[in-house]
């Protein structure tokens, strides 16, 4: 197709799976229009240009941009929160028990910072054991929960992701000032007031 014969450009969105694509239309006049197919992040919508890297989910194919929320890795493949969560389970709820625990908090604790609902927490927490993501150690009142080598994994696996914005990011915030405010009190206990 010569440059010279198209007389008008036109961008249009392109289709989800697709990255982009050029059509020639005829209008009933005789004269050329070019379509450009615009890609665009299935997963938020973001402009794909070329500057930018373009991640495919393994699964559906979805078109993804490089935020941590669009496109997570896993095992060395990209994928779509949707598709990953099918192969890798891990609620929000879940992954702020898991962080909780790891950064060793009582599981008290992590339920006051978590503030929801005690039935939801508890079978959130249930099902971390389930799938043996965490586990109860000790006896009666000397037993505690630790997060084990799968529960890690699916934490890491989603910590960019989860806490990029929203209530995990302000909840890993909360986390960090707590810990914080109790390592200065134990300071303070130790050696009396330092301020
Ligand atoms: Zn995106
Ligand atoms: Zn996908």
New binding site residues.
């Given amino acids: 197709m010569e440059e010279n014969t198209i007389l008008e450009e036109r961008e249009l969105p392109e289709k989800q799976g697709i990255l982009s694509s050029k059509r020639y239309a005829t209008t009933t006049n005789g004269s050329v229009i070019r379509e450009t197919g615009i890609a665009f992040c299935d997963g938020c919508g973001y402009r794909l240009d070329s500057n930018r890297a373009t991640i495919i989910?393994c699964?559906?194919r979805?078109k993804l941009c490089t935020s941590p929320s669009c496109s997570i890795d896993y095992a060395g493949r990209h994928?779509?929160e949707?598709?990953l969560q099918r192969i890798l389970p891990l609620e929000r709820l879940q992954f702020k028990i898991i962080h909780g625990l790891s950064c060793n908090l009582g599981l008290t604790e992590v339920r006051d910072l978590v503030r929801c609902q005690k039935e939801d927490f508890n079978s959130a927490l249930k099902e971390l054991v389930a799938r043996k993501f965490v586990e109860k150690t000790g006896l009666s009142l000397f037993s505690r929960y630790e997060v084990l080598d799968r529960g890690i994994l699916a934490w890491k696996t989603y910590y960019k992701a989860f806490t990029e914005n929203g209530d995990v990011a302000y909840f890993v915030e909360e986390v960090n000032n707590h810990v914080k405010e109790k390592d200065r009190n134990a300071v303070e206990r130790c050696y009396g007031d330092i301020s």
């Fill in positions: 989910c699964v559906c979805k994928y779509c949707d598709d």
